[in-house]
């Protein structure tokens, strides 16, 4: 999973690589004391050894192309020559400027969500991603689903649930997310390298999806809460036999009257809370 997001991030550390080395005005030879590894690195080649593109001892190495402003100050530098405990000294243990510094936060982004909307709910993301949404009132409003099959349909609305979960996705995720997106990204992988990258990027997103659970006071989740209570008892109502085999009744009974009133106002809460969650947008407040 990510696969392609992660070929997009290795495509753009190299053109990242490339034109730092083009700036210093390099040769093969400056960077690495194996030409050979360079050109690997630079056309994406990996092997057993180097499974992640870079090899452990040549990080301090290459994270000179990003320490440096111009040849001159490279060469001074005169890496093949400094011990490894200088060199790492000076080069540092965190290669962020090298290995994140390029990344392209909206693409990442968005393709991470593009993503996270295809799966099922069945798998754990999916279900995470899909619990996220509910913050948004008018897709809670119609997201419950966990009815008697037959039941389903009639309470859920399909025809209305796309629209909604697309307009869901870019509430919850697409207008705001990319900043906290960047920041759990940093949180988890600072000072890290490309090992941990690849082998934690799917418990990152699940990290991001979790920030982005609706909190207790979310509209969307108060508006969860009713639906939920409503459609349950919508489903009581109908199994019950004095409706199911009474299609006109000559005079309501107390009890479908109340039942009546009680799954109107509710659909009535709804939907100012659903006012309520424009209004707090229109002043530019997000309530989370």
Same mark, same amino acid.
């Given at each position: ?10 495509? !753009? ?6 034109? +730092?080395?083009? /700036? ?38 290459? @994270? ?5 402003? *111009? ?9 093949? @020559?400094?011990?490894?405990?200088? +060199?790492?000294?000076?080069?540092? @243990?965190?290669?962020? /400027? ?32 899909? *619990?996220?949404?509910? *913050?948004?009132? =008018? ?8 009815? =008697? %099959? #037959? ?6 609305? =399909?025809?209305?649930? /796309?629209?909604?979960? &697309?307009?869901?996705? &870019? ?11 960047? $920041? ?6 600072? #000072? /890290? ?6 082998? #934690?990027? %799917?418990?990152?997103? !699940?990290?991001?999806? #979790?920030?982005? +659970? =609706?909190?207790? %006071? ?8 009713? %639906? ?9 109502? $109908?199994?019950?036999? &004095?409706? $199911? ?31 309520? $969650? ?7 407040? *997000?309530?989370?």
């Amino acid at each position: 999973m990510f696969e392609e997001i992660k070929k997009r991030f290795y495509e !753009s550390l190299i053109k990242s690589i490339k034109g +730092r080395k083009k /700036k210093l005005k390099l040769t093969q030879e400056d960077m690495l004391r194996d030409p050979k590894r360079v050109s690997k690195i630079l056309h994406s080649k990996r092997d057993d050894k180097h499974r992640y593109l870079i090899g452990p001892s040549e990080y301090s190495y290459l @994270n000179f192309l990003f320490l440096c402003e *111009d040849h001159e100050s490279f060469m001074k530098e005169n890496i093949f @020559n400094l011990k490894k405990e200088e +060199r790492i000294k000076k080069s540092g @243990n965190n290669y962020d /400027k090298m290995l994140w510094g390029h990344i392209n936060w909206d693409e990442m982004f968005q393709g991470v969500i593009a993503e996270l909307s295809k799966l099922d709910i069945s798998e754990e993301l999916g279900k995470n991603f899909e *619990d996220t949404l509910v *913050d948004y009132a =008018p897709y809670a409003a119609i997201r419950y689903d966990e009815l =008697p %099959h #037959g039941y389903a349909r009639k309470y859920i609305f =399909p025809d209305e649930r /796309k629209k909604k979960r &697309e307009d869901a996705i &870019e509430w919850v995720h697409l207008r705001h997310g990319s900043g906290l997106f960047k $920041q759990i990204f940093y949180e988890k992988f600072s #000072g /890290k390298t490309l090992c941990e990258f690849n082998e #934690g990027f %799917h418990e990152f997103v !699940s990290d991001y999806l #979790g920030e982005r +659970r =609706p909190k207790d %006071h979310s509209l969307g989740l108060q508006t969860y809460s009713f %639906h939920k209570a409503i459609s349950r008892i919508a489903v009581y109502w $109908q199994s019950l036999a &004095e409706v $199911q085999y009474n299609d006109m009744p000559e005079k309501k009974s107390d009890f479908q009257i109340l039942l009546e009133e009680y799954i109107y106002n509710g659909r009535v809460q709804m939907k100012e809370l659903e006012k309520y $969650q424009q209004k707090f947008d229109a002043l530019n407040i *997000d309530i989370k």
